[in-house]
Nanobody, 122 residues
């Protein structure tokens, strides 16, 4: 069955860096749009970034120029490199997969991982 597993979360100081990974058991991983979302306590789930099968990328304004999404289709893995982390980046980060080939506002994601905690604090 389909399974997405995030890893790499943890505690980091402001200004530090962290790299998240998402391993996917999708049969045709390369055809999926992959995304990262995050949810802080008491807040709605928020779009962070996404990457299509052709490696077009999209970023929320709040993480533009600090975060980088990438994918390795041969390894069925998507990554999120987070630099210059701020306390407001603290959240549970979720990996998601969509059969939609393009990134569209409000698009549905079909599969979700369990999430990994990222805490930015001194």
């Amino acid at each position: 069955q389909v399974r997405l597993v995030e890893s790499g979360g943890g505690l980091v100081q402001p200004g530090g860096s962290l790299r998240l990974s998402c391993a996917a058991s999708l049969r045709t991983f390369s055809t999926y749009t992959m995304g990262w979302f995050r949810q802080a306590p008491g807040k709605e789930r928020e779009f962070v970034t996404a990457i299509t099968w052709s490696k077009n990328t999209y970023y929320a304004d709040s993480v533009k120029d600090r975060f980088t999404i990438s994918r390795d289709n041969a390894k069925n893995t998507v990554y999120l490199q987070m630099n210059s982390l701020k306390p407001e980046d603290t959240a549970v980060y979720y990996c998601a997969a969509s059969t939609t080939p393009r990134v569209v506002s409000g698009m549905k994601y079909d599969y979700w991982g369990q999430g990994t905690q990222v805490t930015v604090s001194s």
